[in-house]
């Protein structure tokens, strides 16, 4: 059985508790999707005279359909971000594995991967992957609740997430005598 969006995000919360690592994060995932658009958008599915498509572009739907499942709200806010990175990738892979666009993947892959390991290093935990490796898939809807949570908005789904905030204990005068 599928696990719902809030068990898979507590899950990947654990391994993410500082800011630090959320910002390496924020740039990173992007441009691991980016890097794997471009690759997958090499692969193409032809059926002549009836459609032409990449494997990035399926991969993608496929993708969205998921998140939309997990968590509708992220799920759309996901969408545009998605067909923005998805054209881009088709504008470096629309000629094939050509030289500049195997370098443009490499580097973003490495790049992407590079921020993610370094925001470990600085959380001083391995990547949630490690443990399960489907939680590569989450991060995107999970940093996207995050941007949500840093704006003060779903603070509904971010107690869900992380539980409710601890409010400092209040002593009133007459406690203390």
């Not at 995000?9 to 630090?20: C, R, T």
């Not at 390496?24 to 032809?46: A, D, E, K, Y």
């Amino acid at each position: 059985m599928m696990k719902s969006f809030i068990e898979q995000a507590q899950f990947y919360a654990a391994y993410h508790q500082k800011p630090s690592t959320r910002y390496t994060h924020l740039i990173g995932v992007p441009l691991i999707i980016f890097s794997l658009m471009v690759l997958f958008g090499f692969l193409h599915l032809i059926i002549p005279g009836v459609m032409d498509t990449t494997l990035a572009s399926l991969a993608t739907l496929a993708l969205v359909i998921y998140y939309i499942y997990l968590n509708w709200r992220l799920g759309l806010v996901l969408i545009p971000i998605f067909i923005v990175l998805l054209w881009l990738a088709s504008l470096v892979s629309y000629k094939g594995p050509t030289h500049t666009a195997l370098w443009i993947f490499v580097l973003t892959f490495v790049l992407g991967w590079a921020l993610q390991l370094i925001g470990h290093l600085i959380e001083g935990r391995r990547p949630a992957l490690m443990d399960n490796f489907w939680q590569a898939l989450i991060a995107p809807l999970f940093l996207t609740a995050e941007l949500f949570f840093m704006a003060g908005r779903m603070n509904d789904l971010k107690e869900q997430i992380y539980g409710k905030p601890c409010e400092p204990e209040v002593i009133k005068p007459e406690e203390t005598l």
